[in-house]
């Protein structure tokens, strides 16, 4: 693979590849699972929700791999740029806890997105995004 020297956020990055998202340069090694999994995240509309299957799916993903999503997001290198509100469990259950619940339904309400008293998402099948 060909090296590029690219600068990302102020510091000098030596990546294998660079490709660009919505928000920000991701420098990753080309084809992995991982990559592909940021590259997506990174590309859900404003308004609209995935879920762990859909976006583990979309990569390339088996049966199991939902369950690495977050673990993955978490180890991305533009955290800024990582929607993770847009990213839901099935049937539109949505993470919420005591310290970011707030900040996500102000979040949700902004992007048209409907969440109940329960934490699931009321208009789930018009906001779901399934990637092409």
């Not at 991982?34 to 997506?40: C, D, F, G, I």
């Amino acid at each position: 693979m060909t090296k590029k020297n690219i600068s990302v956020a102020g510091s000098l990055r030596e990546p294998a590849l660079t490709f660009h998202t919505h928000h920000a340069i991701v420098s990753v090694m080309e084809g992995t699972f991982s990559a592909r999994v940021w590259e997506l995240a990174t590309s859900i509309p404003e308004g609209r929700v995935t879920t762990y299957g859909i976006l583990a799916a979309a990569a390339g993903g088996g049966a199991m791999a939902a369950r690495s999503i977050t673990s993955i997001l978490g180890k991305a290198p533009n955290q800024g740029a990582i929607p993770y509100h847009r990213i839901v469990y099935a049937g539109g259950k949505v993470w919420l806890t005591a310290d970011c619940e707030e900040k996500r339904r102000e979040i949700y309400e902004l992007e048209g997105i409907f969440v109940n008293q329960k934490g699931v998402i009321q208009n789930f099948d018009e906001v779901v995004y399934y990637f092409d």
